[in-house]
């Protein structure tokens, strides 16, 4: 049944009752999976509370299933039909700022305060709303003033700070201040570690210089002394030499591989860690008992995953420690190699052959070290992606609103 002939059926009167379309969207077609995701109905909202309450019941189902284009087609004609709405007007905001679309989204928060005002909340009410303008336009402040249009947003602060007494403004700034302060913590963040990658490249590169340097003069010392060399040594020092050196890419591949996974267990403990507290917290103020024992069971259930996590990391802690254990026998067996090729070829003819060629392996090597170390830019992408999301600064209550339009039919 579509969603239009849905609402046709039912009458003002039946507000208390919750409809089916209601639960299919929030519970049955609610778990995020293929099916759920590719799930579709005509959306048609008239200008009632019951058509708009549905209407935004699918808004949030298709933004639970991170389909942010009908998610925002859907609040744009929720909006333009029923303004009353406060929730729609902040998920509009918030799906606009989410797509770089500044402006409208400005527009969009100044209809909501318009519409706050008209509502005539007070108290807890209203601060929620205040909260969520507040770090949508610190957001804007932060990551988004490159894009969007100065005299709208100075209008839409004029707009959201009018006549605010004292404590909503605090409340209001709080919340402004606070997505900025993230915002300047994840700028100082990438240029720290772009120049905490640029100092340990350089670092490197003067140990390598080094290396090579003592080694170029160890073979300069090595061919004024050597008249001659010995093919059959130098031959098979070389061949050596090329196995093990073999040998190590695969191993310093193997490093580069577990140290990824380690680095995406701590990335997903940090967020199991931040799932706990989260769930703890709701527990703690939670007044219902049922409810109170959800977020506890959630949050003993988040505990355990974080156990498995983190013996997954012991394990591969584990499998690191033994590749670098074999790199570092490689490396050893590497210079145990030449220093008795160096010794076997000191005692050859052609033994001067042999240091040349890798005075002139030296050369390349010191030459090609020389040049500008270049940074791996996985780390910083990671960051300035983190610092332009909008979910870093106003991680949209999902199942808050959820829970609320639930509530309006019972």
């Known amino acids: 049944m579509g969603l239009a002939a849905l609402i046709s059926i039912l009458p003002s009167t039946l507000m208390a009752q919750r409809p089916q379309v209601v639960d299919e969207l929030l519970i049955e077609r609610w778990d995020r999976n293929s099916a759920n995701r590719n799930f579709q109905f005509e959306l048609t909202v008239d200008n009632d509370e019951l058509s708009a309450m549905i209407a935004h019941a699918w808004v949030l189902n298709r933004m639970n299933h991170s389909d942010y284009t009908a ?11 029923y303004t009353l709405l406060l929730d729609a007007w902040y998920c509009k905001a918030w799906l606009d700022m989410r797509k770089g679309n500044f402006d409208s989204g400005l527009l969009a928060l100044q209809a909501y305060r318009k519409q706050l005002d008209a509502a005539g909340l007070d108290g807890v009410d209203r601060a929620v709303h205040l909260r969520r303008m507040g770090r949508l336009s610190g957001f804007v402040e932060g990551p988004g003033h490159a894009n969007a249009t100065p005299d709208i947003f100075q209008q839409t602060l004029d707009i959201l700070l009018k006549d605010l007494d004292e404590a909503e403004n605090e409340l209001f700034t709080d919340q402004f201040h606070a997505a900025v302060d993230t915002y300047m913590a994840f700028v100082d ?10 100092a340990d490249a350089m670092q490197q590169q003067q140990v390598d210089l080094a290396n090579l340097q003592q080694e170029s003069a160890t073979l300069q010392a090595a061919s004024a002394s050597i008249e001659q060399s010995a093919e059959q040594v130098r031959n098979q020092v070389e061949r050596e030499l090329s196995e093990l050196s073999k040998r190590l890419p695969p191993l310093d591949s193997a490093i580069f591989e577990l ?82 090729g160096n ?13 040349n060629k890798q005075q002139r392996r030296n050369e390349v090597v010191t030459t090609r070290t020389s ?18 999301f909008i979910g870093t600064y106003d991680p949209f209550p999902i199942e808050a609103l959820k829970q609320s339009v639930l509530e309006f039919f019972e």
Do not use: W
């Not at 998610?71 to 039909?81: F, I, R």
């Open 189 to 198: 963040t990438t240029e720290d570690t772009a120049q905490q990658a640029i």
């Open 371 to 388: 040049k500008p170390p270049k940074l791996n830019p996985a780390e910083l992408t990671s960051l300035k992606n983190r610092t332009r």
């Open 259 to 340: 140290n990824s996974r380690l680095n995406d267990l701590r990335l997903r403990l940090s967020i199991l860690n931040r799932d706990l507290i989260f769930f703890q917290d709701l527990a703690f103020h939670e007044e219902d008992p049922i409810l109170r024992q959800i977020h506890l069971n959630r949050a003993a259930n988040v505990s355990i995953m974080m156990g498995q996590v983190q013996s997954q990391g012991f394990s591969l802690r584990g499998e690191l420690n033994n590749v670098f254990a074999e790199r570092d026998a490689v490396a050893a067996e590497i210079a145990r190699t030449q220093s008795t």
């Open 71 to 81: 998610a925002s087609k859907a609040c744009d004609e929720l909006v333009a039909n």
């Open 343 to 355: 010794q076997q070829l000191g005692q050859l003819n052609r033994q001067r052959v042999n240091v």
